[in-house]
Antibody, heavy 122, light 110 residues
Framework: QLQLQGSGPGLVKPSETLSLTCTVS??????????WGWIRQSPGKGLEWIGS???????YYNPSLKSRVTISVDTSKNQFSLKLSSVTAADTAVFYC??????????????WGQGTLVTVSS | QSALTQPPSASGSPGQSVTISCTGT?????????VSWYQQHPGKAPKLMIY???ERPSGVPDRFSGSKSGNTASLTVSGLQAEDEADYYC??????????FGGGTKLTVL
């Protein structure tokens, strides 16, 4: 059974860079046709797609966040990561890592991590 | 403000049917058949319930169905059960390698 586990600091200071890692177990991140993504959910709010990555390193970003986001993949560790720079309180959210439904490019997510709460505060 | 518009709430009694709408534009919902729906219980990660407008992943009850007309997609839950009470989010491909989500609908089983 595929499992995704997000990890990273739960508290980040304003103007700094938020860094999270998602570790994939029960399957290979290099599996063909599998894309991997990050989604966030601000407290009491809806979901927002941040971006997605293929094991080859090809990335796709939400245009509204593109200038601050970097998503990368480390196939040797079966992990992919998120960096969000110049954070403000508005970036406080639960961050989910997820896998896109195989064969569906980046349209749908079928496996999700448990979510990591990141608070931006001094 | 979310790109896709959903009603904030919906409700129905056990056994009844309820439909949740998701309105976009011709650049997202209306332009592609890449609409999906997610169910999220409090404190849990979202779960894929419908993809490609009307397809159900393995394990999702056939009480859940999806459709689309023009710029509006819909999720119908038939034979409502207590465990269906959750937040529901729609999502659509928006072109230019981008995904959008709706603001979510809280479904209450009365």
């Amino acid at each position: 059974q595929l499992q995704l586990q997000g990890s990273g600091p739960g508290l980040v200071k304003p103007s700094e860079t938020l860094s999270l890692t998602c570790t994939v177990s029960g399957g290979s991140i290099s599996s063909s046709s599998s894309y991997w993504g990050w989604i966030r959910q601000s407290p009491g709010k809806g979901l927002e797609w941040i971006g997605s990555v293929y094991y080859s390193g090809t990335t796709y970003y939400n245009p509204s966040l593109k200038s601050r986001v970097t998503i990368s993949v480390d196939t040797s560790k079966n992990q992919f990561s998120l960096k969000l720079s110049s954070v403000t309180a508005a970036d406080t959210a639960v961050f989910y890592c997820a896998r896109h439904l195989m064969g569906s490019w980046i349209y749908y997510f079928d496996y999700w991590g448990q979510g990591t709460l990141v608070t931006v505060s001094s | 403000q979310s790109a896709l518009t959903q009603p904030p709430s919906a409700s129905g009694s056990p056994g009844q049917s309820v439909t949740i709408s998701c309105t976009g534009t011709s650049s997202d919902v209306g332009g592609y058949n890449y609409v999906s729906w997610y169910q999220q219980h409090p404190g849990k990660a979202p779960k894929l319930m419908i993809y490609e407008v009307s397809e159900r992943p393995s394990g999702v009850p056939d009480r859940f169905s999806g459709s689309k007309s023009g710029n509006t997609a819909s999720l119908t839950v038939s034979g409502l059960q207590a465990e269906d009470e959750a937040d529901y989010y729609c999502s659509s491909y928006a072109g230019s390698n981008a995904l959008e989500f709706g603001g979510g609908t809280k479904l209450t089983v009365l």
